[in-house]
């Protein structure tokens, strides 16, 4: 594993911190779909960078990951990645966020690197080929036992969706056609995108009552999640999971972008004004803190998935320590090499004795139930 490390970091990162990130994603996009399609290459990586050493898979409502780690939300948006993703490490793949309408996302340039903050501005604005041509793709493609697809679902990023019914119809037409369709096996409803039209309303409390009350009216029997902003204060954070757990979602991903640049280890990096969340390590420990005052406050049955800023095995660690079920991650992969998916879950293994286990699925009617101070508890309990 050193000599690909080293590889990565000395040869080929150099060399594509050269080009344009969003057309070295798009290239890196377009060979793993190619590398997915063949048994011998998906073998071929997986010799490199395949986790092979005791089981160390977890269910989490009733969802099986062969390894905890799994692909945020936004690198894979149109699905093309899922056979491959195993090879590399990954337990599963948030694919998305996928819009009712195709989205040709926000003006270039969408992605800019600040090397030394470890960190990305991203502006994609949701740029997907929309919800029809995901679930073709996705009733298309083989699937890899054990590996675990969901889907993020946000509002298409155009005229038609910025009113409020307008967007909340968006929502529950994406997931009403992979319910229908039965397509991924879990939901992640993202309420926290910075880069839209019509901004980040839906982290508003009235929009989301009126948004989570449609999306719970589709019936269907699977995990749905909401992505937390973290630009917030802990008060307006529970505010948020209070609704959240108030109807009866499984659980919370902590969480999306940062907006601050002043969270960013050189501030120069940056544009001047506001051009996008930042990803990578300025969202460390701002996820990291709202994970372990969530787990805290909401006791053990809501589920947490720790995403922000995981940049080594150690920071996986820490989501896991603060309360996180699983984990998720972009940046790291990109600023520290696919051996770290690998690395994490060694680590993992070999923490295996505090970090949270099997996390069993609570009914829609317990998790209703219980809304803050630990009632979702003692609503089970
Ligand atoms: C290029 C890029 C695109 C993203 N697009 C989305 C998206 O469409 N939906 C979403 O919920 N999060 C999106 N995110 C946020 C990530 O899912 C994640 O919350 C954030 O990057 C922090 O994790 P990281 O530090 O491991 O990258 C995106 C992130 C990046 C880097």
């Not at 909340?168 to 939901?187: H, P």
Request: proline letters at 5%; aromatic letters at 8%.
């Amino acid at each position: 594993m050193i000599v690909m490390k080293l590889l990565y970091k000395r040869v080929l990162k150099p060399l594509l911190f050269r080009f344009d990130p969003e057309r070295v994603h798009d290239v890196f996009v377009t060979g793993g779909q190619i590398l997915g399609a063949f048994t011998v290459t998906r073998g071929l990586i997986g010799l490199f960078y395949r986790y092979k050493g005791p089981d160390i898979s977890k269910t989490v409502d009733g969802i099986r990951y062969h390894t905890p780690v799994v692909l945020a939300a936004g690198f894979d948006y149109n699905g093309r990645l899922t056979r491959i993703l195993g090879s590399v490490g990954f337990g599963g793949d948030e694919i998305g966020s996928v819009t009712a309408r195709p989205c040709a996302g926000n003006e270039p340039p969408r992605m800019q690197r600040c090397v030394n903050s470890e960190a990305l501005v991203v502006s994609k604005g949701l740029k997907n080929n929309g919800v029809v041509a995901l679930i073709r793709r996705m009733k298309r493609q083989p699937r890899d036992p054990g590996f675990v697809l969901g889907v993020s679902i946000a509002r298409t990023n155009d005229d038609l969706a910025v009113g409020l019914d307008e967007g909340i119809e968006d929502y529950v037409t994406s997931l009403r056609k992979l319910v229908d369709a039965n397509t991924g096996d879990f939901y992640t409803i993202n309420i926290s995108c910075p880069n839209v039209h019509g901004g980040e309303s839906f982290a508003e409390p009235d929009a989301l009552h009126k948004l989570l009350a449609r999306v719970m009216e589709i019936e269907h029997d699977k995990p749905v999640y909401a992505k937390m902003p973290i630009n917030v204060s802990w008060p307006e954070f529970q505010q948020i999971t209070d609704i959240v757990v108030e109807h009866g979602l499984d659980g919370i991903v902590v969480g999306n972008l940062n907006k601050n640049y002043d969270d960013l280890r050189y501030r120069d990096e940056a544009p001047d004004e506001y051009a996008g969340g930042l990803s990578g390590l300025p969202c460390r420990d701002l996820s990291t803190e709202l994970i372990r005052r969530a787990r805290a406050h909401y006791g053990e049955d809501l589920t947490i998935i720790g995403c922000g800023g995981i940049m080594t095995a150690q920071d996986a660690l820490e989501k896991f320590r603060a309360g996180a079920d699983l984990v998720q991650l972009i940046t790291g992969m990109i600023f520290e090499g696919p051996h770290l998916m690998k690395e994490i879950s060694h680590a993992y293994e070999r923490n295996r004795s505090w970090i949270r286990g099997d996390k069993p699925r609570r009914s829609r009617e317990v998790l209703r139930a219980g809304s803050g101070d630990g009632a979702v508890t003692s609503a089970i309990s």
